[in-house]
């Protein structure tokens, strides 16, 4: 059976513009959930006709329940809530995962005049760092899909988003659903159009992509600047973590998937068994 993994993000997704409706509490969230299914859906639909037999969907926003089961199409395998030791890539190791593709991704902190940007966490991490490189969610999750041989074969999201795509996926086919005129601001076209013209684009990346996996070398040095000086206080207490200063801290790993780890451990760990979103 072949199965493609798509890790979904929502700050991609075409109209969603405001930070205020990315969670449930938020006026907009609805139709933001709704477009963000209908964008998996159309992507879906190229990889069954490109010949997939299975997409299995990991939800990779917020509380990661914002797809809508009763929405989506057959044949999808639905990834929900958190933790999960592989965030966002969850069974990218799966040995009948061929390929990933990434829908909704965003650009990481501190991109200028883009869209909602941010590393995992913008209420934890003000900047993360794979091996001295400000590394993206889509940065990272591809490194993490390399080291299991997997190829992104498509990613959608904004603009700047594919700016910093062709560093790591640069033979993906890609395409930008949104663009950014600012943190808080974007010009799309309607959900519906945008759904057709995205499914175009995921066939013609499915059918003639050579895309190779993005590898890295070990050891894998993962940097944090949190927004917070306890977070890194607290985590410097570990022997294996260093602390490089009141905001920033080092760990070094010898495997891929143990980074991500890491990363998945500093943005969800609550002592009371919670997780913040």
């Known amino acids: 059976m072949r199965r493609l993994l798509i890790s979904l993000d929502m700050e991609g997704i075409a109209g969603v513009a405001s930070a205020t409706s990315l969670m449930p509490s938020g006026w907009e969230y609805p139709a933001y959930r709704k477009w963000m299914t209908g964008e998996l859906n159309a992507v879906a639909e190229a990889a069954f006709e490109a010949g997939y037999d299975e997409v299995v969907a990991s ?5 990661a329940q914002n797809l809508d089961p009763d929405l989506l199409a ?6 929900r809530s958190w933790p999960r030791p592989f965030m966002q890539m969850e069974m990218i190791d799966d040995p009948g995962v061929e390929a ?10 501190g991109t200028a005049d883009s869209i909602l940007a941010h590393s995992f966490s913008g209420a934890a991490f003000r900047s993360v760092k794979l091996n001295g490189e400000v590394a993206s969610e ?3 999750n591809a490194a993490l899909a390399g080291a299991f041989d997997k190829p992104v074969l498509f990613i959608s999201g904004d603009d700047s988003t594919l700016e910093d795509a ?7 086919g890609m395409i930008a659903t949104k663009a950014s005129f600012g943190f808080r ?7 519906a159009q945008t759904c057709r013209v995205l499914k175009q684009a995921a066939a013609d990346a499915f059918l003639r ?6 590898k890295l070398a070990s050891p894998f040095v993962v940097d944090l600047e949190m927004t ?5 206080e607290l985590l410097g207490y570990l022997p294996w973590i260093e602390r490089l200063d009141a905001w920033t801290v080092r760990a070094e790993f010898s495997a891929m998937p143990d980074a991500i780890r890491f990363i998945a451990f500093a943005v969800l760990y609550q002592p009371n068994g919670q997780t913040p979103f």
């Open 59 to 63: 939800d990779g926003h917020g509380n």
């Open 74 to 79: 057959d044949n999808i395998r639905l990834i």
């Open 100 to 109: 990933c593709a990434f829908v909704g991704y965003h650009a990481s902190a």
């Open 138 to 140: 889509g940065y990272f």
């Open 166 to 172: 062709r560093r790591y996926a640069p033979n993906a």
């Open 185 to 191: 601001s974007q010009m799309a076209l309607p959900p």
């Open 209 to 214: 992509t050579s895309s190779e996996p993005f």
């Open 228 to 232: 917070s000086q306890v977070a890194p």
